[in-house]
């Protein structure tokens, strides 16, 4: 019996060995961010061939490349990052692609909720994605703060515009920053880390990742520190960013961009960005709206009005088991998708 349990053992080594060294090999096919539900993605996105398309996360260029592939004559790419690093990674990357005097494919260094300020687009867009996650090349460097896993200065910002975390966490009185740590955290131990903070900073302490690490630690449980970590970080890292404010603006102002036929393909990463989302396809999606004074209002207090849009999948599209072995960094993913019919 023990012979056997060793054997046994050694096998499944090997295994998880077999597993570490496929997805470390997949990482490096994508020396900057492993796309997530590429297939997914374009099988929605794309419905025609020569259409318009927009990418608001450029990244290291794995959705947009494969996006700029099924380009055909009259077709066009705008892909949108804040980040000069991603930019200049792609723009070295694909270098072939951009030689040519009137390019399929335009990279903008611009947050994507400035896609609607691209005039001669407008009412003509084929498909647009939104991937909210932080691309792996951020979390993986430690320059930027973004990740607790390694020690930097407080910064956190995707580009180089708007405060820092340092000065965020500088400027908030205890009360915001609790809210902030309990609503985009979700965070259990928001109350006593905020006041923790504040002790911390008042003694100019609040520099650096590993001050925040070092609050969480003497605050909270030990086994519970890891996703406190998480919680905490991505709270902090969501208000420097701006991200649910910029998310709500960028649906709300790209509707009009989109032709008949138009598709809207949003990846998620936590509930908070999934329950924006939702909530925003909802409201396109409904053929009712309020009657005005001049209405008669004996009968209904609702107007009915042609629906502009439907949802393609009601439930949101996750990552499929293989996927998930691949890149685990998917594991959190939803994919949304709408489209505009009238």
């Known amino acids: 019996m023990k012979k056997n349990k060793k054997i046994k053992s050694k096998g499944l080594d090997k295994g998880e060995k077999e597993l570490k060294q496929a997805q470390k090999l997949l990482v490096e096919d994508y020396d900057y961010h492993n796309p997530v539900l590429i297939k997914e993605c374009l099988e929605f996105l794309i419905t025609k061939n020569d259409g318009i398309y927009l990418d608001g996360t450029l990244g290291g260029g794995g959705h947009s490349s494969e996006i700029f592939r099924r ?11 804040k980040d000069p690093e991603a930019i ?7 270098s072939d692609l951009f030689a ?12 994507f909720s400035e896609a609607h300020s691209i005039k001669h687009i407008q009412g003509l867009v084929t498909g647009f994605l939104l991937d909210l996650g932080v691309s792996s090349h951020q979390i993986d460097t430690a320059n930027r703060g973004i990740s607790y896993r390694f020690d930097a200065p407080l910064d956190m910002r995707f580009g180089i515009d708007g405060i820092t975390a340092k000065e965020l966490l500088h400027s908030l009185d205890e009360n915001e920053i609790e809210k902030i740590l309990r609503i985009y955290g979700e965070e259990p131990f928001s109350k006593v880390i905020a006041r923790r903070l504040v002790e911390r900073r008042r003694a100019l302490l609040l520099n650096n990742v590993s001050d925040i690490k070092d609050i969480i ?15 905490v970080f991505q709270a902090i890292r969501i208000s420097v960013n701006r991200e649910l404010e910029v998310l709500e603006k960028t649906l709300t102002n790209l509707m009009p961009l989109l032709e008949i036929g138009g598709r809207i393909v949003v990846i998620t990463y936590h509930s908070l960005e999934d329950r924006i989302t939702k909530n925003i396809f909802k409201e396109l999606i409904k053929n009712k709206i309020p009657a005005t004074e001049s209405e008669d209002l004996k009968f209904s207090n609702f107007i009915k009005i042609e629906p502009h849009f439907k949802l393609i999948n009601k439930e949101p599209i996750l990552p499929s088991p293989d996927e998930l072995i691949k890149n685990p960094r998917s594991r959190s993913a939803k994919l949304r998708i709408a489209e505009r019919i009238y």
């Open 217 to 231: 630690e003497k605050t909270v449980p030990k086994h519970l520190q890891i996703k406190t970590f998480s919680r």
């Open 100 to 111: 040519s005097q009137n390019p399929k494919w335009e990279i903008i260094n611009k947050c």
């Open 71 to 81: 380009l055909e004559f009259g077709g066009k790419l705008y892909s949108f990052d």
């Open 88 to 94: 200049s990674h792609c723009k070295s990357k694909y």
